[in-house]
């Protein structure tokens, strides 16, 4: 399959070794992310889009490695991931490329998905090349009306500590980083499998 660059793949909980990924995609959709799939994200030079959806064992606690330098970097990133440390890793490892960046989180709560740390992590990962976040609230098991806790005033508090800690942490203050919630405000749909037209 050298031709094979665009790829989305559901996995099914079915207990057999997962085959490995082909390294030459571009764009990679996963749902219920093993972590095998999840650790050979770095391994692809070319990949520039990635949607990483649940992981049927609950938490995928990885830390990931800068990226080799051959690699090109991740321009998009969406994903539905916990716990915060692991999606925080994967963006720092793609921060001089990263434009869009869409995270799976609760607003308030004392839940996993309620990640309360994110707007300092963010700041933390150097994330130069950056346009946008969206901080998504859909679907997410294990909750009784599959809606993750998201109030609007603690949306607008995550949201405003989010893009503080951005703008604090980019000493030249130049760029502009767009903040948005998936349910709040109108975002832009991420651009489906295969297409690569940043959208405003």
């Not at 490329?97 to 709560?109: H, M, N, Y």
């Not at 992590?121 to 859909?138: E, F, K, M, N, T």
Request: with cysteine; net charge neutral; hydrophobic share 40%.
């Amino acid at each position: 399959m050298p031709a094979l660059r665009f790829l989305s793949v559901h996995m099914a909980e079915c207990g057999t070794v997962v085959p490995d990924l082909p390294l030459q995609l571009e764009d990679l959709e996963v749902r219920n992310v093993p972590e095998q799939h999840l650790q050979s994200v770095q391994r692809m030079p070319n990949l520039r889009k990635l949607t990483l959806d649940w992981s049927g064992g609950g938490a995928l606690d990885v830390a990931f490695p800068p990226l080799p330098p051959h690699h090109r970097g991740l321009q998009w990133l969406q994903v539905c991931l916990r716990p915060a440390s692991t999606v925080l890793s994967l963006a720092k490892a793609h921060a001089a490329t990263l434009q869009d960046l869409r995270i799976l989180c609760a607003s308030e709560g004392d839940t996993p998905w309620h990640f309360q740390d994110l707007a300092e992590g963010l700041g933390r990962c150097g994330l130069v090349a950056l346009r946008r976040v969206v901080l998504l609230r859909g679907y997410a098991p294990g909750f009784p009306d599959n809606k993750l806790p998201h109030g609007k005033e603690s949306c607008r508090r995550q949201k405003h500590a989010v893009w503080d800690s951005l703008l604090a942490a980019d000493s030249k203050a130049v760029r502009v980083v767009t903040v948005l919630c998936g349910e709040c405000d109108k975002c832009p749909a991420f651009p489906s499998l295969g297409d690569f037209t940043w959208q405003d």
